[in-house]
Nanobody
Framework: QVQLVESGGGLVQAGGSLRLSCAASTRTFSSDVMGWFRQAPGKEREFVATIHWNGIRTLYADSVKGRSTISRDNAKSTVYLQMNSLKPEDTAVYYC??????????????????WGQGTQVTVSS
């Protein structure tokens, strides 16, 4: 059974930084497209960033582009999301997602098969 476990969330002041981690139990991690999504109260889940299994191809939502960096360590089966210059509107539950064997960088939740339980990020003004 595939498990994705996020960590690194917390409370931070505006302008601060956080690094989210997602540890995956899947044996196919090195060939999985991985993504980060977020969901604020009362809003739909939205795309944040995604990374190809090769670690080179990445894609970001406009709302986080230039402030966030997605990366992965295939040897550790872990994907990261470094977020800088955080804003109150970044407050949400952040979810890690996996698309096993994926070849395209997906921006829609339906393109991902496995999901973590989420980690809360709260940015105070």
């Amino acid at each position: 059974q595939v498990q994705l476990v996020e960590s690194g969330g917390g409370l931070v002041q505006a302008g601060g930084s956080l690094r989210l981690s997602c540890a995956a139990s899947t044996r196919t991690f090195s060939s999985d497209v991985m993504g980060w999504f977020r969901q604020a109260p009362g809003k739909e889940r939205e795309f944040v960033a995604t990374i190809h299994w090769n670690g080179i191809r990445t894609l970001y939502a406009d709302s986080v582009k230039g402030r966030s960096t997605i990366s992965r360590d295939n040897a550790k089966s872990t994907v990261y999301l470094q977020m800088n210059s955080l804003k109150p509107e970044d407050t949400a539950v952040y979810y890690c997602a996996a698309d096993p064997g994926g070849v395209r960088l997906g921006v829609r939740p339906v393109q991902y098969r496995y999901w973590g339980q989420g980690t809360q990020v709260t940015v105070s003004s």
